[in-house]
């Protein structure tokens, strides 16, 4: 299933400006607290490394939620990193461009800045578990309206986004991650995060992928403060053994085969029974 959604979440990017290579943009989301300065990290890279100029010394953008707060130039491995103190607790949109004289053209990019606060509980919600089965069901449920052209783009679990989204309303932050067979290393985190808010998903932090998969995403959390990351929502065995390991309760939606359910992990038959259950 993720491997679909690798596949089907593949965009096309801008047409090549006349004079200039076209190149790609990646910035990651970034997790702080307030008052608390934050490393918000992008990466230029050619589409044609063979056939362009150097990504270093690429003159980049940054902007938090539209107004522009800093630039600065790309290494020679196309990184660029910028420091930023957020004031207020909140979610804010990171937008990274490209300068108009550069001689890279590539699409900006988009992430999220999360700025919690460290007492609020967090949850970890598996991505496999937000979309439909590509299964064929003898009772389909109500297909919702595809927002894009791309037809074979996965289609979200009807109720996931609206009960996820009560639960971090008032209560829960959201890290989204990949399961532990580490297909987000597979597409682009930015892909991901575009797929989320086409589908209305609450906005959280969009784990990146590191070396040692979801066991090493965790303890890495747990490592900066996130120590109320103590539930998750997940789809496979696979992650529901792991956050178990990591001594957090979870929730399996939808119901495993009898006989899979790990001894203590809990279960739900649908996005609707999950909150019962947390």
Sequence with gaps: ????????????????????????????????LPNHPVRIEAQVALKTPAAGPTVGGILLRLQIDGKEVAAGRTNEAGQAS???????????????????????????????????????????????????????????????????????????????????????????????????????????IGQVRRWLETHKFPAGFVAPPVPGGLSATLDSLRNDGWTTMKSGIGRTRAFADLLLQHRMEVVVVPELPKGELPRKAKSAKDWKEVRKKL
Aim: proline fraction near 8%; charge should be negative.
């Design 82 to 188: 910028f420091d930023y103190l957020p004031k207020m607790r909140g979610t804010n949109v990171i937008s990274v461009s490209v300068d108009g004289e550069a001689p890279i053209e590539a699409e900006n990019s988009r992430a999220t800045l999360c700025v919690w606060e460290r007492r609020r509980p967090i949850v970890v919600v598996e991505l496999a578990a937000l979309i439909q089965s590509a299964e064929p069901s003898s009772t389909p449920a109500a297909q919702p309206e595809r927002s894009s052209p791309n037809e074979s783009a996965p289609l979200p679990i009807a109720e996931a986004a609206e009960e996820l989204s009560r639960l971090t309303q008032y209560y829960y932050n959201v890290v989204y991650v990949s399961g532990e067979q580490g297909a987000v290393e597979k597409f682009s």
């Design 1 to 32: 299933m993720a491997l679909a959604l690798c596949a089907a979440l593949a965009m096309a990017t801008p047409g090549e400006a006349a004079g200039k290579a076209p190149g790609t943009l990646m910035v990651r989301d970034a997790l702080t």
